[in-house]
T-cell receptor
Framework: QKEVEQDPGPLSVPEGAIVSLNCTYS??????FMWYRQYSRKGPELLMY????GNKEDGRFTAQVDKSSKYISLFIRDSQPSDSATYLC??????????FGAGTRLFVKA | ETGVTQSPTHLIKTRGQQVTLRCSSQ?????VSWYQQALGQGPQFIFQ???????GRGNFPPRFSGLQFPNYSSELNVNALELDDSALYLC????????????FGEGSRLTVL
């Protein structure tokens, strides 16, 4: 079983749609849960960061963590063409490395 | 506040050669990590440097080595290049602590022929 599972997509949605991106994980030691956004030919940038179960909202973005199910989600409301990117879930135990999912490619059509 | 900068942005090498990639950390960040991102994959942790010492390493062979300098800039060296080393190499700096919040540069894309 992989430590992190993330559907690579691609996911194509019309502008204005609600997008749901998901990851599952198997390592109970993960304490910090993150979402990074990576535009083509760029480095990843931190989008959302949480350390407990529940929801965290930032503008159009909501991160959700369910530690009991080992499942995290990122919701994007009112999606825009500028949201077209690869979204990487990421996990950290508090040690020295971050574990990334393979990334989901999202296309938002105008 | 300056961000993380990497050089070169692109380079092409042949199998067996050696390569050095460079990174300048974000101002105020004393920890730097290097990641390898193959096409269609997420970044994979190579190693981390704190105060000029390697303090964590992923599942990469010894031909991957690094340095961190007193100004917190860093180098990644790869010897005896193999075709599978073709990837985007990402440098990330951390403000300190162990929360995993990484600030990435734009990467160096290495192609090994």
């Amino acid at each position: 079983q992989k430590e992190v599972e993330q559907d690579p997509g691609p996911l194509s949605v019309p502008e204005g749609a609600i997008v749901s991106l998901n990851c599952t994980y198997s390592n109970s030691a993960f304490q910090y849960f993150m979402w990074y956004r990576q535009y083509s030919r760029k480095g990843p940038e931190l989008l959302m960061y949480t350390y407990s179960s529940g929801n965290k909202e930032d503008g159009r973005f909501t991160a959700q963590v369910d530690k009991s199910s080992k499942y995290i989600s990122l919701f994007i409301r009112d999606s825009q063409p500028s949201d077209s990117a690869t979204y990487l879930c990421a996990f950290h135990t508090g040690g020295f490395k971050t574990i990334f999912g393979a990334g989901t490619r999202l296309f938002v059509k105008a | 506040e300056t961000g993380v900068t990497q050089s070169p942005t692109h380079l092409i090498k042949t199998r067996g050669q050696q390569v050095t990639l460079r990174c300048s950390s974000q101002s105020g960040h004393n920890t730097v990590s290097w990641y390898q991102q193959a096409l269609g994959q997420g970044p994979q942790f190579i190693f981390q440097y704190y105060r000029e010492e390697e303090n964590g390493r992923g599942n990469f062979p010894p031909r991957f080595s690094g340095l961190q300098f007193p100004n917190y800039s860093s180098e990644l060296n790869v010897n005896a290049l193999e075709l599978d080393d073709s990837a985007l190499y990402l440098c990330a700096s951390l403000a300190g602590g162990s929360t995993g919040e990484l600030f990435f540069g734009e990467g160096s894309r290495l192609t090994v022929l």
